[in-house]
C-alpha cells in the first residue's frame, strides 16, 4: 500500500500534534508498511479511510494502535552500558552522601520512554548492585514510562529472549533473571516490585507526579522530535528533577547548551544545578 502526499501529511499531522513525534519524508514507506497489515484486517481501502476510523473512535484505542504501529521500540538490557558505570560510581554515591546528611537515604528514578522495559530492569539492577545487603530496606523505587500500551504490557510481563539479555554483566543476570526453557529469561519478582509502569504521553503539559526525581533516564526518545518539541520537553523535565539530580539522554543525542536548563556533565549526561 502506498501513501499520497496528502495521506502522508495527515498522518503526520496528526502524530506531531498528539505525540510530538516528528515524520519526515524519508519515514513515508516505512509508515505504510507498519500500517498496510492493519488497515486490511479492519476491510479499509486506504490510509484515508483509516484515518477516519481514527479519528471516530472516541476511545482513543485506534489511536493508540496507530502510535504503537509507527513507533519503534527495540531495546536491550545494559544498553550504552557507561551510563550504568556511572550511575554506580558517581551518580549514586553523590545522592547518598547528601540524603545521609539531611533525613537519611531515599531514591526516585525515572525511565521516560522505557519501552518493553530493558532500561527500567537495569537501573533497579545497578540501585540494587549498590545499596546491597541494605536495598531490601531502602527507601528507593524506579518509575517507567512509555506511550505505547504495548510495550508497556510487554515489559510487566517481564520475559526476554536471550539475545536481549547477553549484554548483562554475567553476576546481574545470575542475580536478578531465571531461565525460562531455551532461550528466554524472566525478571525475578523481587526486582520487579521495584519497578512501576504507567503510561504517559510525554507532550502533556504537566505530568501527574506527586514528587520531584533524583534522576531521569530519557534516552532515545527526542530522536523522534523535532528541535521546537525537544527543548519544551526537556523543560518539562526540568520541572520534575531535584536540584542536583541528573538526567541521562541517548549517545546519539545531545541538548544545546545555550538553552539547555541543566549543567554539562559528560557526553549524554546533564546535572540540574544545586540551590545556591
Known sequence: MTLSDKEFRDVARLM?????????????????????????????????????????????????????????????????????????????????????????????????????????????????????????????????????????????????????VRELPAAWRSSYLEKRGEDEWAIKEDLRRAVMFKRLNLMNENYPFKGLFDVVFCRNVMIYFDPPVRRALVDRIYRYVKPGGYLFVGHSESLPRETCPFDYVRPAIYRKADVR
Not at 32 to 38: E, Q, S, Y
Not at 124 to 142: P, S
Not at 144 to 151: F, I, Y
Open 16 to 164: 506531531y500534534e498528539r505525540f510530538g513525534i516528528h515524520l519526515t519524508e524519508q519515514k513515508r514507506t516505512l509508515v505504510a508498511g507498519r500500517l498496510t497489515k492493519r488497515i486490511r484486517n479492519l476491510g479499509l481501502a486506504n490510509i484515508g479511510e483509516y484515518l477516519v476510523r481514527v479519528h471516530a473512535d472516541k476511545t482513543g484505542a485506534e489511536l493508540t494502535e496507530l502510535v504503537d504501529r509507527i513507533t519503534t521500540n527495540h531495546s536491550f538490557f545494559y544498553r550504552e552500558k557507561d551510563h550504568f558505570e556511572f550511575l554506580v560510581s558517581d551518580v549514586l554515591p553523590a545522592i547518598k552522601a547528601r540524603r545521609e546528611r539531611d533525613a537519611g537515604f531515599s531514591l526516585r528514578v525515572w525511565s521516560a520512554g522505557c519501552a518493553t522495559g530493558e532500561e527500567p530492569y537495569t537501573i533497579a539492577m545497578a540501585i540494587r548492585e549498590f545499596l546491597g545487603a541494605t536495598a531490601n530496606t531502602a527507601d528507593w523505587g524506579v518509575l517507567a514510562t512509555d506511550l505505547s500500551l504495548a510495550a508497556l504490557r510487554e515489559a510487566i510481563k517481564a520475559v526476554y529472549a536471550d539475545n536481549r
